[in-house]
Every structure is written in structure tokens, then in C-alpha cells.
């Protein structure tokens, strides 16, 4: 037995309270069985922004969580990523709710999301909701919200869900169920208004004050508030270019008769998942060639191809796409890579962490790019730098001379920023913005956000060809979006086209090689929230092989195998 001094211990009661530590180190006790809304309204009282939910020990709980035991408890705000996502969800139940009660007739179906903060919703069985009936919506919504009427959860029998399900005619969500492996479901009840959202809500509807409704032709928008600003709502303003994307979109699934989730499960299991894949790539080349036809148009006038979009969009097989059905029409495209012109390591500017702000244009040397684009395109022969990167300088790269017969492309964050090529007349760019902007949707009322397929898309990809961690990717993904929110969605409109990267059968391909790299994010791990809400929404799809992916498809830059991989033009 062991006599060395150890830490005193003594006899103590047994305690019928729990105490919760917050992150200042401000400690709270109450009852075994007090909600965490209630230690949180203790703690922050009423926050300027909303507390929308928590981590408790790290996990994601809903503030009606009762509490058993002492724990570490972390409040999510409205302007937390996963507090908006679980605003924009019960805000979306709100929604659902009233037209229920009010318009029974109307089937809502919520299709995807707008840059100022909204989703766009459609009405199936009866005709578009006007004006008068928007605002008599909305005044029904905010009389609820001013009600403060509780949102609860119930554990549900599964037989019971798909037969009401069936009764109200929601097909995709009883196709979708009966591959469940589960034998319940969990649905929320909003005044008796039953119904499956993926994923957790708020406790009651006095937490959703910041909303609007607006026509949207042919249906409207209910409005959120953006994370940068969390309790306002942003100016309304048209995006022509993505609405005909959205419109494009909608046209190439009903084509492949794929809507939803269940529609693809229902193609893999009936063996006409080969069919979805031919048509998907031939749409994608299809519309590949279209841009392509469309810049030999004004061959004489185009010389320089700025191509621009977010992380994992697909922009380099897209631009090696693009190029090859330039060389079809006799264009011959010289890939000018951007990184080459970057600044000294010592000139580049800082962000406000002090860390050196590669993705700012001031990290790129503007002016001597824009001298080289104008050389080049009058035949001028021109030095092209290298970079070293180990280095951090700039040194002397090969000279090249272009024919008329050439076209510049540049691929890079930047390319719809007026900024990058502003000494070349605008009559001679033409600019892509490249995105997966759509995406199938669970059901009618559960999004799979555009955001979230290129989070996959970058998993795959990093372990692929990276040898990076999930969690590593996962680390860096919020200092991406951030980048993406200031150099690249601003100027998304300034496209002469945009290109739709989306394909309606990806995630069921990236299902089975994401879920092993997200099961090995320790539950330890700050990023194991993020990761297992991939993986609950990954659950929904049936997996398919990559055997049937031709090897040109924006898909192969992500899983291997992409015959582009390695060509230059």
C-alpha cells in the first residue's frame, strides 16, 4: 500500500443539483433536471445576439436539454454556424406550420438559398402565393413568434410516421423512410403540426424574430438573417445569372427523374443509376460546350478567360474541359497561372490575426500581371515568373510568345474582381464563375446544403491526393468560407456565365469514401460535432461505386482518376 502525501479526500452528501461551467469560468448550479436554456438565461440573460443551442462536454445539445450532471457547457449564438443552421430549420417548421393552418391546400417546398440570407420556396397544389397572401402569412408567423409557443420532440414509431406521411402525400419522405434502418423517428410539434426536420430546433418560436417574406417569382423567399449579421436582415437584391441557374438545375432533374434523395436511391436500386450518370456528364458537357461555342463567337474580340469559384467547385477540371473544346473550334488556350504572381514574402499583406493573407489581391503583384496580359495578347514575347514558395521570391521563368490564335485563360479566387485585369479592356475578357451551386434535397422540407457537398467534395480530395486528416480538412474549412465571403461571392454576378459543377448523383458516389474519414474524428475533437452532422445526412443516401464515372468528369478531380489530371494544353 502506498504512503506517500496524496490530495485530501473526504466524505460528501449526495448532491441533487448540477452545476454547468461556462467558458469565462462562471460556474451555475441548479435542480438535477433544470433545462440548459434555463442555466443559459441565468448566465447571459438577454443576449444581443440569440443563444440558439449549446455544446454540452462538447456535444451539440437543444437548449430544452434537461441536465443531469455537472458538465462544461459552451452557448452556440445565431452567429455560430451551427446556432444560424438550426434557426434557418426551426424558422422553416414556422413556416411550414402556417400554411398548413392557414392555406391547407399548399404543399411548401423549400429549394435552396439566396447570397443576401433566404431560402427560395416553391408552392405545389394551388397557384403562387400573391402579395396579399404572403403578408397574411407572415402576420400569422410573427403572431406565433410573439406567442413564444413551445416547439417540442417526440419519438415516433416508424409505421405510424410513413402512414402519415402517405396521408398527407409526401411520397419522398415514405420512399425515403422505408429504407430506415431505425424503427422510429424523431418529429417536432409546432401547435399540433407534426413533422420530420433533420436536424435540432429551437426551444419555442420567440427565438425567431428575424425574418421576412417576399415574392420571388415563381415562388418567394423567406429571408434569414446572415452570421456576419445576425439580427438584421440584408437588402434584397436579384441575382438574374443564379435564378437561371437554379432554373437550369431544376429542369436537369426532372429530366433525369431524380427530385429527391429518395428519387436517386430509388435509380442505384432499380440499376438506372448508369443512366443518371451518362446524362448528368453529357449535361455537363452540353453546357461546357455552349461556353465554349459562345467565346469562338467573339474569338476576334475575347483573348483573356478569367475563371472564378469556391473551394471545391471543380474549377481545373472544368478549365481543362474547356480548353479541349477550345482547341475544337482551332482556339489554342494558354493557362496563365496566378500564383506565380505573387508579392515578396515581406510585401505580402497580414489579416487582422497577423498571419500572412495569401488570398487578399494585394498578395499578388496586380500591376506587373496586368503589363504581362497586355504584352501577351499583342504578341510581345514575355518572361512569366516563378514562384518559390519556399523561398518566398519571385524568380525567372520561361518566356513565352502567343499567336493570335491564343487565348489566355486564368483560373484563380479572384477572376470576378474588376480589379485583377483592370488594364484590359473589358470587351476582351470574358469571366466563368464556376460553383456546385444545387444540390437533390432530402425531402421537401430538409436542405442538403451546396456548402456542405463541397466540404465532401474537399474531404475525398485532401485524403486523396493531400493525405490530409478529416479533421485537418475540417480545421481549415471556416478560414475558407471566410475567404470565399470576401474575395469570391461579392463578384459572383460580374460572370458573363455561370457553370453549374453540381452532379445529382455525387453524394451517393462520395458516401462511402467520406463516411471512413469522418468516423476517424475522435469524439474528443472539437471538429466532432461538424463530422457527425455530415455523417447523420450522408445516412440518407444509398451508396454507388466509381466504376461507372467516366474519367473526365468534374467527380474524378475529387475521388482519382481523372484522365485530366495531368494534361496541359
Not at 416553391?122 to 406567442?147: D, K, S
Not at 461546357?288 to 471543380?314: F, M, T
Not at 514574402?345 to 495569401?358: A, L, M, S, V
Not at 455561370?498 to 472539437?526: G, I, T
Amino acid at each position: 500500500m502506498r504512503s506517500e502525501q496524496t490530495a485530501p479526500v473526504w466524505r460528501a452528501e449526495p448532491r441533487n443539483t448540477a452545476q454547468v461551467r461556462f467558458p469565462d469560468g462562471r460556474t451555475f448550479e441548479a435542480p438535477v433536471g433544470t433545462t440548459l436554456e434555463q442555466y443559459v438565461q441565468a448566465a447571459l440573460g438577454d443576449s444581443p445576439v440569440p443563444v440558439i443551442a449549446a455544446l454540452v462536454n462538447g456535444k451539440l445539445c437543444e437548449l430544452t436539454c434537461q441536465m443531469w450532471s455537472d458538465a462544461k457547457v459552451t452557448p452556440l449564438f445565431l452567429s455560430d454556424s451551427d446556432g444560424v443552421r438550426i434557426y434557418r430549420r426551426s424558422l422553416s417548421f414556422l413556416l411550414v406550420t402556417v400554411v398548413r393552418e392557414l392555406f391547407p391546400e399548399a404543399q411548401i417546398f423549400v429549394d435552396h438559398t439566396l447570397p443576401f440570407g433566404g431560402f427560395f420556396c416553391q408552392v405545389r397544389g394551388r397557384e403562387p402565393f400573391n402579395v396579399e397572401e404572403l403578408a397574411q402569412i407572415e402576420a400569422r408567423m410573427r403572431e406565433i413568434v410573439a406567442e413564444d409557443a413551445p416547439i417540442t420532440r417526440e419519438r415516433v414509431p416508424l409505421d405510424e410516421v410513413i402512414e402519415m406521411f402517405r396521408a398527407r402525400g409526401e411520397e419522398e419522405k415514405v420512399q425515403l423512410l422505408t429504407r430506415r434502418r431505425k424503427d422510429y423517428l424523431t418529429l417536432y410539434n409546432l401547435r399540433g403540426s407534426r413533422d420530420y426536420f433533420h436536424g435540432y430546433m429551437v426551444p419555442s418560436t420567440g427565438y425567431l424574430r428575424y425574418f421576412a417574406l417576399h415574392p420571388w417569382p415563381p415562388g418567394f423567399v423567406l429571408q434569414y438573417p446572415r452570421r456576419h449579421r445576425p439580427t438584421e436582415l440584408l437588402p434584397v437584391r436579384d441575382y438574374p445569372q443564379l435564378r437561371a441557374i437554379f432554373h437550369e438545375y431544376g429542369e436537369w432533374l426532372r429530366l433525369l427523374g431524380v427530385d429527391s434523395v429518395s428519387g436517386l436511391n430509388e435509380a442505384i436500386a432499380s440499376g438506372r443509376i448508369r443512366e443518371i450518370i451518362l446524362v448528368s456528364e453529357a449535361l455537363h458537357e452540353q453546357r461546357i460546350a455552349q461556353i465554349a461555342n459562345l467565346i469562338a463567337r467573339y474569338r476576334d474580340e475575347v483573348r483573356l478567360v478569367l475563371i472564378a469559384g469556391p473551394s471545391a467547385s471543380g474549377k481545373t477540371t472544368f478549365s481543362k474541359r474547356l480548353s479541349v473544346q477550345l482547341l475544337a473550334h482551332g482556339i489554342r488556350p494558354f493557362p496563365l497561372a496566378l500564383d506565380n504572381y505573387f508579392v515578396e514574402r515581406e510585401k505580402t499583406p497580414r489579416d487582422e490575426d497577423g498571419n500572412y493573407d495569401f488570398e487578399a489581391l494585394e498578395a499578388l503583384d496586380v500591376p506587373l500581371f496586368n503589363q504581362h496580359l497586355l504584352a501577351l495578347m499583342r504578341g510581345e514575347p514575355v518572361q512569366i515568373p516563378r514562384f518559390n514558395f519556399k523561398t518566398g521570391r519571385r524568380e525567372k521563368g520561361e518566356t513565352v510568345q502567343l499567336g493570335p490564335d491564343y487565348i489566355i485563360i486564368v483560373e484563380g479566387i479572384h477572376g470576378m474582381n474588376p480589379r485583377l485585369a483592370a488594364a484590359v479592356p473589358r470587351e476582351h475578357t470574358f469571366r466563368i464563375y464556376v460553383s456546385a451551386l444545387t444540390q437533390l434535397n432530402i425531402d421537401r422540407h430538409n436542405r442538403v446544403p451546396t456548402t456542405d457537398t463541397r466540404l465532401i467534395r474537399r474531404l475525398v480530395r485532401d485524403a486523396t491526393y493531400r493525405d490530409y486528416t478529416a479533421e485537418e480538412t475540417l480545421n481549415r474549412w471556416e478560414s475558407v468560407r471566410r475567404g470565399e465571403k470576401r474575395h469570391i461571392f461579392p463578384y459572383q454576378e460580374n460572370a458573363d456565365v455561370m457553370f453549374n459543377s453540381a452532379l445529382a448523383y455525387e453524394l451517393a458516389v462520395l458516401k462511402p469514401l467520406a463516411e471512413p474519414l469522418l468516423l476517424q474524428v475522435e469524439p474528443s475533437s472539437p471538429r466532432r460535432v461538424e463530422a457527425k452532422r455530415l455523417l447523420a445526412f450522408l445516412q440518407w443516401f444509398e451508396p454507388c461505386g466509381t466504376d461507372l464515372i467516366p474519367d473526365n468528369s468534374i467527380l474524378r478531380e475529387f475521388i482519382g482518376g481523372s484522365i485530366l489530371r495531368d494534361y496541359t494544353p
